[in-house]
C-alpha cells in the first residue's frame, strides 16, 4: 500500500527552526516529484515547496530562502527545513505526492509558530 | 498568472446532485486539474484528474457517484446521489510547467 507519514510538528517561536519528515512507504520515493503542501487554521490549501524525481527544488515565495526541501533515498524519505519561522507559518503542513496531480496525501502534522 | 477560481459554497438535500465549478484563468483554459475531497478535520483525498476534454481518471476507491466534465476554462465536479458524507470541503489543482502547483479557494458543500 502507498502511503506517506509525516511528523516533525509542534511548537516554535518565532525566528526559531523545525525539520519536517515524510516517511514514504510502497513506492520509492525518488522515482516521483515530492511536494509540502499547508493548511493553515481555517484556510485552504497552499503549495509550499516541491522536489522532482531528478533533484530539482521549487519553492513558494512566501517560504524561499527560509525553507529547504530535500530526500533522503536510503530512508526513503523526504524532508522540510523551516527556518526563521513566522507566526504566518502556522498550519497544519501536509506531504503529497505527484508529478502533476496530487495522487497520494499524508495526514499532515501541525506546526504552531507561536511565543 | 495560472489562477483558479472556485465558488465558496455549495448546497443540496441527500439524494439530489450538485455541481461544482473550478474556473482557468483564460490563457491557461486547456489545462488539466485535479479534484479533492477534505472532510471536516480530516486531511485530502484524491477524487480524479480531469482533462480539458472531459475525459478523467478517478482515484482507488472513488464512488461512481463522483464525475467530472469540461467546457472551456470550466472543470466541474459532479455529485450525484448526494449523502450526508459528501458533505465537505472540495477542492480543485492544477500545475504549471514546472513543479509547482495551484489551489483553488476550495468549496464548503452543504448537505441540508
Known amino acids: 500500500e502507498v502511503r506517506v507519514l509525516e511528523s516533525g510538528g509542534g511548537l516554535v517561536q518565532p525566528g526559531g527552526s523545525l525539520r519536517l519528515s515524510c516517511a514514504a512507504s510502497?513506492?520509492?520515493?525518488?522515482?516521483?516529484?515530492m511536494h509540502w503542501v499547508r493548511q493553515a487554521p481555517g484556510k485552504g490549501l497552499e503549495w509550499v515547496s516541491g522536489l522532482s524525481d531528478r533533484g530539482g527544488t521549487y519553492y513558494a515565495d512566501s517560504v524561499r530562502g527560509r525553507f529547504s526541501i530535500s530526500r533522503d533515498t536510503s530512508k526513503n524519505s523526504l524532508y522540510l527545513q523551516m527556518n526563521s519561522l513566522r507566526a504566518e507559518d502556522t498550519a497544519v503542513y501536509y506531504c503529497?505526492?505527484?508529478?502533476?496531480?496530487?495522487?497520494?496525501w499524508g495526514q499532515g502534522t501541525l506546526v504552531t509558530v507561536s511565543s | 498568472q495560472l489562477v483558479l477560481t472556485q465558488s465558496p459554497s455549495a448546497s443540496a438535500s441527500p439524494g439530489a446532485s450538485v455541481k461544482l465549478t473550478c474556473t482557468l484563468s483564460?490563457?491557461?483554459?486547456?489545462?488539466?486539474i485535479a479534484w479533492h475531497q477534505q472532510q471536516p478535520e480530516k486531511g485530502p483525498r484524491f477524487l480524479m484528474r480531469?482533462?480539458?476534454?472531459?475525459?478523467?481518471n478517478k482515484g482507488d476507491g472513488i464512488p461512481d457517484r463522483f464525475s467530472g466534465s469540461s467546457s472551456g476554462a470550466e472543470r466541474y465536479l459532479i455529485i450525484s446521489s448526494l449523502q450526508s458524507e459528501d458533505e465537505a470541503d472540495y477542492y480543485c489543482q492544477t500545475w504549471g510547467t514546472a513543479i509547482n502547483w495551484v489551489f483553488g479557494g476550495g468549496t464548503k458543500v452543504t448537505v441540508l
Open positions: 503529497a505526492r505527484g508529478d502533476g496531480e496530487v495522487e497520494k
Open positions: 483564460s490563457e491557461h483554459s486547456n489545462y488539466a
Open positions: 510502497g513506492f520509492a520515493l525518488s522515482s516521483y516529484a
Open positions: 480531469l482533462n480539458g476534454d472531459g475525459s478523467h
